[in-house]
């Protein structure tokens, strides 16, 4: 309970709802500076869409195949650097691995990348040499964009046709950058569109040593030693408001915690069910949502899985199909991730395979508890299949395997309809009808791990501290 040793209720200064990575980064932006802190997480773990559970003695992951915006530490400006500074953690506090090389494969074409953006623009030279003087000019225009200006919507593909004729070559470079956040289906704005192309592919991808829970384990360290606290299993009920404030939240089981500020993570449809919002959550209810499955193989077979790549984007057919699925998946397009292949990184005694596909939320929400399980081994099998056109048989070879669905994903994180990216609207400033209520998170708009926690330390620079210092 909330309540100090004397009987009177504790006043929070900020209250968090959620505990994934842009919560837990603005609760140590805020703890750092003296902000009585709580964050309330409805799950038994932390970590949001970037969390982990265990099978079979195994520690799995939901998240982290790949962070975005590797940097050296002499990079003083760039995004992974700012966003240590923010938390007052030091580089070293992190064994970095980069990936090997990634790969974009499209309709019988393919790209390979690594954290040298001179290895993708060769590779264009390579396989769309009458287009590779127009990639170069796309590389200018990118450079000098800045995303962050206030401005009318653009569209990414109409910016890429304009420079480049060839539509493969937009698409290809598309699929990447949509998969790794793009909440909009078909096309994808232009901000949102420069800042994921230097995520990707000018700074590229990397993780540090160990798993999820030990990167959420070194981040609540740091939380709980600047005075914040962490509330798991404490689901919230609805946000109470009064005199055109929100002054608080009510908890599942009835408990009231105050507080003078509010910062919600948990996208916002969720955000407009705790309070009495005055519009409709439908239009912010994203569509893009998908299945992921994790398999184990022993690891003698990684010679034969793609022990040279770190992630592979595959596509089948003409024309990049981004987009909510007619059916309950599909396999045509998607990402295969191998958490393990990343330099320097110590081999585990089990290969793990990580596939991403597209699927339709409604018609999994639809399954009775009697089919749906049926269903979900259905689809983890054509998966499977998919998955080893690109990389080699090795079902027979599978020592686990497990998958979760649209449905899952809302389940334990509350996002409208497993939308795993938000809505493709977003809220920019993090600003809400009630002058002490903010967003935080997908969106908010910042793109990626290291994007979502830039924005939780954002809102708390631009709106928590300046409120409690101007109190």
């Known amino acids: 309970m909330c309540f100090s040793t004397a009987g009177c209720r504790v006043v929070y200064h900020l209250l968090i709802i959620g505990g994934g990575l842009s919560g837990i980064a603005a609760g140590i932006r ?61 580089r070293r506090q992190f064994d970095l691995h980069e990936q090997i090389a990634s790969e974009i494969c499209f309709n019988g074409r393919s790209l390979l990348f690594t954290n040298d953006p001179v290895v ?43 420079h480049l004729h060839e539509q493969e070559l937009v698409d290809m470079l598309l699929l990447p950058l949509m998969v790794y956040g793009n909440a909009e289906e078909e096309d994808m704005d232009l901000d949102q569109f420069v800042i994921m192309f230097r995520a990707i592919f000018v700074e590229g991808f990397f993780r540090p040593a160990g798993t999820i829970r030990d990167f959420l384990d070194l981040l609540l360290r740091q939380y709980h030693d600047f005075g914040g606290e962490l509330r798991l299993r404490c689901p919230v009920a609805g946000l109470l408001t009064k005199n055109g404030r929100i002054n608080g939240a009510q908890l599942a089981d009835g408990e009231v915690v105050t507080a003078q500020m509010v910062l919600s993570t948990a996208g916002i449809p969720e955000t407009m069910r705790l309070v ?83 699927a339709n939320y409604a018609l999994w929400k639809k399954l009775t508890p009697e089919s749906y399980p049926q269903v979900k081994r259905q689809w983890t099998e054509a998966a499977i299949a998919a998955s080893e056109k690109m990389i080699g048989n090795y079902r027979s070879s599978i020592v686990y395997q497990d998958s979760f669905t649209p449905v899952t994903i809302e389940r334990y994180t509350r996002k409208a309809e497993g939308a795993v990216y938000g809505s493709s609207i977003k809220i920019k400033n993090g600003m809400t009808p009630w002058p002490n209520l903010y967003l935080a998170g997908t969106d908010q708009g910042f793109l990626g791990i290291i994007g979502s926690m830039l924005s939780g330390i954002t809102i708390v620079n631009q709106h928590i501290l300046q409120q409690s210092y101007a109190d």
């Open 276 to 358: 009495d919002w005055p519009a409709s959550p439908q239009p912010y209810i994203g569509r893009m949502s998908f299945m992921e499955t994790v398999v184990l193989v022993p690891r003698e077979y990684s010679s034969s899985l793609s022990s040279n790549r770190t992630i592979l984007f595959y596509h089948e057919g003409e024309e990049l199909r981004y987009r909510r699925p007619q059916d309950y998946l599909d396999t045509s397009w998607g990402v295969i991730c191998f958490p393990g292949n990343f330099s320097g990184l110590e081999p585990a005694d089990r290969l793990q395979v990580r596939m991403t596909n597209a």
């Open 30 to 90: 805020a703890a750092r500076f003296g902000l009585k802190t709580l964050i309330l997480e409805q799950h038994n773990h932390p970590g949001g869409l970037n969390s982990y559970y265990f099978r079979q003695g195994h520690l799995l992951e939901t998240g982290l195949h790949a962070m975005t915006n590797f940097a050296l530490a002499r990079q003083k400006h760039a995004p992974l650097n700012r966003l240590l500074r923010q938390l007052n953690l030091r």
């Open 120 to 162: 993708l623009e060769a590779e264009v030279a390579r396989e769309f040499p009458r287009s590779v003087d127009q990639f170069r000019q796309v590389k200018e225009r990118i450079a000098n964009h800045d995303p962050f200006t206030a401005g009318p919507r653009r569209s990414a593909r109409q910016f890429l046709a304009d």
